[in-house]
């Protein structure tokens, strides 16, 4: 903070020691206060805090037989019950002296020091601004009087070096008044975030760290303050701020075009229901993602799933073939049928990955390939099975019974909810998931560190395939049936884009589940929103590839900013 040692009374600029004399009598009267409650609580929850303690050591000490241990524990807690007798005989004489300080801190702490400070961070501010104009000031003048007297000597090659030399030290000059500018403008933000500090400084002695709600928050808002910077600010949610622009747009242009609102209450909900079995295929992909790896297969997987969905679960014989063979189930009862369904779109589903993710881990071929290669592989097999043939609709009693509407609100968003809960549990609060942010941000960092890279990648791809199964399974839940090779085309492309556009870095180890549901809502609200606008579906295609590409960008700016 040497910028602010040199400000002076005379600048109208109070030095940090007259601050601090600003500051002495409320610290001196805190201190007072607070050596009154620390002898109430010497004896007392002083005491029951460090006799627990060392229970909790003793207890988890090897060192102790069984009847050591124990009686060790019976002499601390004899101790521990007078402690807390102690504390309880004092706790309304500091919850009185708790407040009194709490109340002095409000009556004196703005008014006799932090808003003193405020204002004289604020004239601070306006001083270094002024010096900074001033010296670039008096750098350009400078600068044009050397161009001038070097213009007098003539033209030659030796002018014309000296011209360059004169330009680079302008430029260092100027560059160097800006640094210092801003050098100083950080002096005086910490400057004032530390005087503001000092109120919960004293206030977290009082409390003895147990702040209150809004204590709490309180701190927690001039922490986002402090930290705040506009330009990593916009890089970090620049996009959100253009696709809210959007929707506010599109809400308002909706009701002019096509007479009617766009965001009502069933919209919303016809959106959330049609972004229910896209969130399974966006957590999937997600987890490769953070292994800086993809999924080009993902479409296909689902137009399989909805193929075998509506084989097993349509009533009466097949409107298609598969492999040539017909086929019936309804002898089944409804219920295995279900299940069978699901067992064998998951089965089928993680078998492909497990592949994909075989030949990824084991031989460091790029999922680009090996999802590719899956992509191609299942279109073509199940193309040929069903001989390009769509099959019928799956019993309509079925999706009543899985995803029934109650009250008009579609179930099927309980299940998305589900798929939400349980995987943010497994990326945040399993080893695996710790070691796949572990893997996707330093591989061989990880290796040595002794996490298996095969194992973790081989999992990520089977939990994307249980994923992609339950997804395609539900799909076919929403569709009542319909299942053909064909559908699902482009779902890879929406999927890998929602977790791009939510944060999910491709430069791997960096991405959060709450980012892979919001990107997913976003583009299936855009596409629901463009469709009531109708616009035509390839100028969609268009509004996403923007989205995409800007989305990419900012992620590879922010990349760059932290090497």
């Known amino acids: 903070m040497s910028q602010n040692n040199k400000m002076t009374p005379e600048s109208g600029i109070l030095t940090l020691e007259q601050e601090e004399l600003l500051l002495q009598p409320i610290q001196d009267h805190m201190d007072a206060l607070q050596s009154r409650i620390d002898a109430l609580r010497k004896d007392g929850s002083a005491k029951v805090t460090d006799l627990s303690n060392k229970i909790t050591l003793i207890r988890e ?5 069984k009847e050591e241990r124990n009686h060790q524990i019976a002499i601390l807690n004899k101790e521990l019950e007078k402690a807390k007798e102690v ?39 306006e001083d270094a601004k002024k010096q900074y104009e001033r010296q670039l000031a008096d750098h350009k003048a400078k600068h044009e009087q050397d161009l001038a ?8 090659e030796e002018q014309k070096k000296a011209l360059k030399e004169l330009n680079f030290v302008y430029r260092n000059k100027t560059f160097d008044a800006k640094m210092s500018y801003h050098v100083a403008l950080q002096d005086i ?25 809004g204590q709490t928050y309180a701190q927690k808002w001039e922490n986002y303050r402090y930290r705040f910077n506009t330009k990593q600010f916009l890089l970090k949610n620049g996009l959100y701020l253009v696709i809210i622009l959007i929707f506010i747009a599109l809400s308002i242009i909706t009701p002019i075009i096509k007479n009617t609102d766009l965001f009502t209450y069933t919209n919303v909900v016809n959106i959330l229901q049609q972004a229910s079995p896209r969130i399974f295929l966006g957590l999937g992909v997600a987890g490769l993602i953070l292994l800086t790896g993809t999924d080009l297969s993902i479409g296909r997987m689902v137009g399989m799933g909805m193929v075998i969905s509506t084989i097993v679960m349509h009533k009466g014989i097949n409107t298609g073939q598969f492999f040539g063979i017909v086929f019936d189930l309804t002898a089944l009862p409804i219920w295995v049928r279900i299940l069978l369904a699901l067992f064998l779109c998951i089965i089928f589903c993680t078998l492909f990955t497990a592949i994909a993710g075989f030949f990824t881990a084991r031989f460091k071929i790029h999922p680009f390939i090996t999802t590719m290669s899956n992509m191609l592989i299942i279109f073509g097999l199940i193309t040929y099975a069903t001989k390009g043939v769509s099959f019928g609709a799956i019993e309509p009693e079925i999706p009543n019974m899985m995803i029934p509407k109650i009250n008009g609100f579609p179930t099927i ?21 710790k070691n796949l942010y572990a893997v996707g941000g330093n591989p061989e960092a990880a290796s040595v560190s002794g996490i298996s890279v095969f194992w973790v990648t081989m999992f990520a791809f089977i939990m994307a395939g249980i994923l992609y199964g339950f997804g395609s399974w539900l799909e076919c839940m929403r569709m009542v049936g319909s299942g053909s090779a064909a559908y699902g085309q482009g779902w890879d492309m929406d999927a890998i884009a929602a977790c791009v556009v939510g944060g999910v870095s491709f430069t791997g180890g960096i991405g959060k589940i709450s980012g892979v549901v919001v990107g997913v809502l976003i583009f299936t ?39």
């Open 61 to 65: 000490d090897k060192n102790f037989g």
């Open 149 to 156: 007297a070097l213009r007098k000597e003539g033209d030659g």
């Open 87 to 125: 504390e309880s005989a004092n706790k309304s004489e500091i919850d009185k002296l708790v407040a009194e300080g709490e109340v002095y801190l409000k009556e004196h702490f703005n008014r006799d020091y932090y808003k003193l400070v405020e204002e004289n961070c604020k004239r601070a501010k």
């Open 189 to 213: 933000k910490d400057r004032r975030h530390e005087a503001f500090m000092q109120q919960y400084q004293m206030i977290d002695r009082l409390r003895a760290s147990r702040f209150t709600m």
């Open 413 to 433: 968003i309980l299940w998305a909810v589900a798929a939400i809960i349980i995987v943010w549990f497994i990326w945040n609060k399993t080893t695996f998931g």
């Open 525 to 563: 609200a855009l596409t629901y929103s463009l469709t009531i606008l109708g616009i035509d579906t390839n100028l969609q295609f268009v509004f996403e590839g923007i989205i995409i590409i800007s989305a990419v960008t900012l992620d590879s700016l922010k990349y760059v900013q932290k090497k």
